[in-house]
């Protein structure tokens, strides 16, 4: 078995999410009970066996003047809610007067009314999660490449016959007689390199985050809500002392490697952030970046975006008159993405394997080293991360290297040694989480290349250009409310 990744394990829309596992309380308003009833189990099984990167996460919905549902809806919704949770992985929801409210978020506009309490999960590095998985591929023999893109999939009478890869300069040709393309937003243009290729499978739309630093310590409550301007869903989570705001849902037909945040996506969430969060004191200014993802769906013929449905389907090219042993995954969560791999794996009679992994951060060894460290709160709080990997990742060295996340220079040898990082950019954006912080890794990135050379075999100039690449990485990626007036500035004069 293989696994080929044209960047880097999680780099398209996974690591561009709002982080949170979720039945997605909002898809009960389309009647998708289904997904929603899955989605919770799998919440549950993730808080359980995933416990170093699925945290439980309270919310506060808010009554204000503008929220979308009249209570007794939104106290309906939410009982079906903790309905469909069977297993109570964590508490219920709670009903709010407007005292307790206002006490527990005491930021919310004075017109509150009232509200409610619920909790969901919150995973601290989606990025991990998808790492994770494919680490535990390898343990069990498969061969997986980061930096590897597919570039055709060769078929030969109607079978799949192999796929050709690249790699650096050099291209290989891997024979292979099941291929399952799950390319996220790039499924389409994976299937276009097939011999016979398929139909479009998709439909994209945009969503956009702010992170902010607030004067005001934003407190661990997550709130969820309805924006005053246009009634769309909008969150608020605490993520490391920042406050993730989001998102935007606007379809979009371009290259999925061209998105980008847009000027006008940030100042949206910063208005609705003021709105919303009046106390917090919200301005341009505490936006310390903005980041944008593509939510790759089946495609839909026509309805509001907020409508297209975030269930999978899996197609099999050969029951489509196209070739045998080639499949596509469209749509799905990040949440759910155990129940599409059991599904993938059962038409591939490897069903009951999967169901007995178990997760890596079920047991509490780690936390216990963790806890042995007397290492600052911060760092500990930023390494519990790692699970089972926190005494390798300590033995690599306990000095902090980035004020801001709490990152260790242990992380970025374990990174180098044992996570198959290539480039800075994994090492910082998608290893350590080190580019969420509020420096976006730019406080430490020359170091951490420092200190990747000798482990990666870097030349002088290798590390130079690493260095730019981050550079040019985050303000791409990660880009800051300058850098994005820019952006709109030069695309408004073209
Ligand atoms: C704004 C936003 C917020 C979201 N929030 C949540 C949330 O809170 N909770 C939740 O459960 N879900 C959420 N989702 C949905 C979730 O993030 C996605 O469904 C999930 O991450 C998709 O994962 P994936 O592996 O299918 O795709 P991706 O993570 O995009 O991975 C696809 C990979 O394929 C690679 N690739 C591309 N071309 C090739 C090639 N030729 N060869 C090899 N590899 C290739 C890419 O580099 C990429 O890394 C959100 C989505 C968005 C956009």
Same mark, same amino acid.
């Given at each position: 078995m293989a696994l080929f990744e044209a960047d880097d394990f999680g780099f398209g829309t996974t690591w561009r999410s709002t982080k949170l596992i979720h039945g997605g309380l909002r898809y009960l308003e389309h009647g998708d009970v289904r997904l929603v009833f899955e989605s919770l189990r799998e919440r549950a099984w993730l808080l359980r066996a995933m416990r170093h990167l699925v945290r439980p996460q309270r919310f506060v919905l808010p009554r204000l003047p503008w929220t979308r549902r009249p209570a007794w809806q939104l106290r309906a919704g939410l009982a079906m809610y903790d309905l469909l949770a069977r297993d109570r992985a964590v508490p219920g929801h709670r009903n709010l007067s407007r005292e307790s409210t206002l006490e527990l978020a @005491?930021? &919310? @506009? *004075?017109?509150?009314s009232g509200g409610f309490t619920f909790f969901d999960a919150r995973c601290l590095a989606p990025e991990r999660l998808a790492l994770e998985l494919a680490l535990a591929a390898r343990g069990h023999g498969a061969v997986i490449a980061n930096h590897s893109p597919v570039r055709r999939i060769v078929e030969r009478e109607w079978q799949v016959e192999a796929v050709e890869v690249e790699h650096g300069s050099e291209r290989f040709t891997v024979p292979a007689r099941t291929v399952i393309n799950a390319a996220g937003p790039w499924v389409d243009d994976v299937n276009a390199h097939a011999d016979k290729p398929a139909p479009g499978l998709l439909d994209m739309t945009r969503g956009t985050h702010i992170v902010v630093e607030t004067v005001e310590p934003v407190g661990k409550e997550a709130v969820f809500s309805t924006a005053r301007s246009d009634g769309r869903v909008i969150f608020a989570v605490p993520q490391d002392g920042l406050l993730l705001i989001g998102t935007t849902d606007l379809r979009w037909e371009g290259e999925p490697g061209a998105i980008r945040p847009t000027a006008e996506e940030a100042g949206y969430l910063v208005e609705e952030a003021q709105a919303l969060l009046p106390g917090l004191g919200i301005d341009r200014d505490s936006v310390r970046y903005a980041y944008a993802g593509l939510r790759p769906l089946q495609k839909l013929k026509e309805g509001p975006e907020t409508a297209m449905t975030r269930r999978h389907v899996i197609t099999d090219h050969g029951q489509q008159g196209l070739a045998r042993g080639q499949y596509s995954v469209a749509g799905g969560k990040l949440s759910t993405f155990r129940p599409i791999a059991r599904e993938l794996a059962e038409r591939l009679g490897a069903g009951p394997r999967l169901e007995q992994e178990p997760g890596t951060g079920g047991n509490r060894e780690w936390f216990e080293a963790l806890k042995e460290s007397g290492l600052p709160l911060a760092t500990r709080e930023h390494l519990r991360?790692? *699970? &089972?990997?926190v005494e390798p990742v300590l033995a690599g060295g306990e000095q902090v290297i980035c004020a801001h996340s709490g990152a260790i220079a242990g992380e970025v040898v374990h990174a180098a040694r044992t996570e198959a990082a290539v480039t800075l950019a994994d090492v910082l954006m998608r290893r350590t989480g080190v580019a969420w912080a509020s420096c976006r890794g730019l406080c430490c990135h020359r170091e951490a290349a420092r200190a990747l050379a000798p482990l990666l075999d870097w030349s002088a100039e290798r590390e130079a250009q690493e260095v730019r690449s981050y550079e040019v990485a985050v303000d791409y990626h990660l880009p800051g409310m300058d850098s994005l007036a820019l952006a709109g500035a030069a695309h408004a004069s073209a």
């Open positions: @005491p930021w &919310l @506009p *004075g017109e509150t991360r790692y *699970g &089972l990997a």
